[in-house]
């Protein structure tokens, strides 16, 4: 088992024998995977979900690969998330195309499923804090994933195992403003029996232990849309 940790991989692949070795592999690395087979479907399931990783493959039906990869980066909620294009086409020329497009990396059909591996695990280093291990630091706060411990400026602070898991969630993407479904389904993974209150409170015991000693409240609410962790940004609606 890798540092995967349930990371969530989003696979678009149109050829079922892809797909289905796609996915039984990144499970059997331990990521959480979800599929779509073609741009459209792609779109909506990047949309709902929020992978931290998207495996793109370029031919598809209807909307294409490059196409859907100029769509995902249109999208707050899937602008910043990685993408890795699966291909035949090895010319450089395609490998511009491709990149241009905004895929953050490039594999050319046939590949081995160890350099796909390899690939997601250096894609999800630089942009997903902590997954392999190390500390997560955002301003004065720091999380220390081996040990669960969290601090701000240098003192220990006190969570509960859900606001460990809230924090960790909203210091993943500092100033991405996470609606209360989103969060249900990263912290209590769609747990039916809570509901959006559930949130704000776990929310405002997170803020009132990131708020002592007169620290500045890095936790922004925004009316009707969620919250975010934004350290820059002095304002706050209350909704």
Not at 98 to 112: E, F, Q, R, T
Not at 178 to 201: A, F, P
Request: proline share 5%; net charge negative.
């Amino acid at each position: 088992m890798s540092n995967a940790n349930g990371l969530k991989v989003l696979i678009v692949e149109d050829e079922a024998a892809q797909r289905e070795m796609l996915l039984y592999n990144l499970e059997d690395a331990g990521y959480r995977t979800f599929s779509a087979v073609d741009g459209d479907e792609g779109l909506l399931v990047a949309r709902e979900e929020s992978p931290h990783l998207i495996i793109l493959d370029w031919m598809m039906p209807g909307l294409s690969g490059l196409e859907l990869c100029k769509q995902l980066k249109r999208y707050p909620e899937t602008k910043e998330t990685p993408i890795l294009m699966l291909t035949a086409r090895g010319e450089e020329a395609d490998k511009v195309r491709g990149l241009d497009s905004g895929a953050d990396d490039y594999l050319v059909k046939p590949y081995s499923i160890a350099e796909l591996l390899a690939r997601a695990r250096a894609m999800l280093r630089r942009t997903e804090p902590g997954s392999d291990g190390s500390a997560i630091r955002y301003g004065d706060i720091t999380i220390d994933p081996q040990k669960m411990r969290v601090s701000r400026n240098g003192i220990g602070l006190e969570l509960g195992p859900t606001e460990y898991r809230l924090l960790n969630v909203l210091i993943s993407r500092p100033g991405r403003v996470w609606s209360r479904d989103q969060l249900m389904e990263r912290v209590w993974e769609g747990n039916l029996e809570i509901d959006q209150r559930t949130v704000d409170v776990h929310i405002g015991r997170l803020r009132k232990a990131l708020n002592q000693e007169g620290a500045k409240n890095p936790i922004r609410t925004v009316r009707s849309a969620g919250y975010a962790l934004d350290l820059d940004d002095p304002s706050e609606e209350l909704g």
